[in-house]
């Protein structure tokens, strides 16, 4: 049985909402599972030196526009948020408190997260919107709060964001395919082509 | 009759290599032209704020890598230039000068810069090198040395790269067709679908 593929963003990474919604897709036709990592990219990017994409002269005209195109193409919600980019705090501890709880429901809370803020353009910087999302999935409310305000929680999703950086995640979305990096996007073709001819 | 897809790159990215070898006949398949604008990519890195991807943390080593498993995918030459990334004034130059003569030389001649360089792995900075893989294609050795030496093919590339600038261009590969832009090498399945859509 052959690892999990791992798969790194950020919740507020468009680029990042449009992996997610065809990642476990590919990895099961290959007959691979995936395992999510949201991260914090904001410290990657201080190692590679990067700012946001909506801030940069030039590229953050073209990534609004490719954002819209990219939605067209792939048949999915897409709003670019009023309030954007954001911190994602609280989402991705609820994902990691979650996760260890049941990886499937981390998933659906992480697919949720996504749709609110990119389907819908709603923040989702608040816990309270937060705990709002995740509890037609079935989450208490109240123990979500007290999560993402856990000290053990905080430092897991620092410890995650620390070994993606080790691991040499520098952008959203990332993939590790038995140790090979894909980064983007723009590359399932690769990662399929990857599977195809068994890494290679 | 449609006007031309305007492909623009600098001879010193790997990605403009790929692309290069790509754009003429994905265009064709559509009954497309393409016009070819080497530029020199600093100076819109310099708006965007960007650096040389080999020489950022993290992103560095994962080109490095990706360029080698694009080439193994494209089933074309690859090599890392010893030296690399270099300004590519010379070979800008010379493109613009047989291009006002021949368009369709200066593309043999822009194919040629690129195995040199990234086939071959060959540093195409000096003129010398630039007349010297020139020749073999008809052009003149003395005559090229002093175009690129002359004060209006240098204000030519001057022109060529602020109006990619101001046409939004802040990378390598880019292309422009009917006003939309698209960003990088591995976008030529959204060109496809575009020209294929008739441009939606």
Known sequence: ???PI???F??????????ALKIDELAASFGRQVEWHP?????????????????IELKG????NDWDRLARYMEVPWTLPAVFPIGTLAASRAFYWLDDQDDALAKRFA????NVYFGQGRDITPAETVAEFAEPLGVDRDALLAAVQD???????????????DAGVFGSPFYIIDGEPFWGADRLWMIRRWLK???W
């Open 39 to 55: 991260m914090m990219l904001g410290a990657a990017m201080k190692v590679t030196g990067a700012k946001p994409l909506a801030e």
């Open 151 to 165: 000290q053990a929680i905080k430092q897991r999703l620092k410890d995650e964001t620390g070994k993606a950086i």
């Open 111 to 114: 697919l949720a997260a996504f």
């Open 10 to 19: 950020d919740f507020s990474s468009p680029y990042g909402y449009f992996a």
């Open 61 to 64: 005209d073209y990534c609004k």
């Open 6 to 8: 791992k798969f790194y």
């Open 1 to 3: 049985m052959s690892e």
């Open 197 to 199: 001819s068994g890494g």
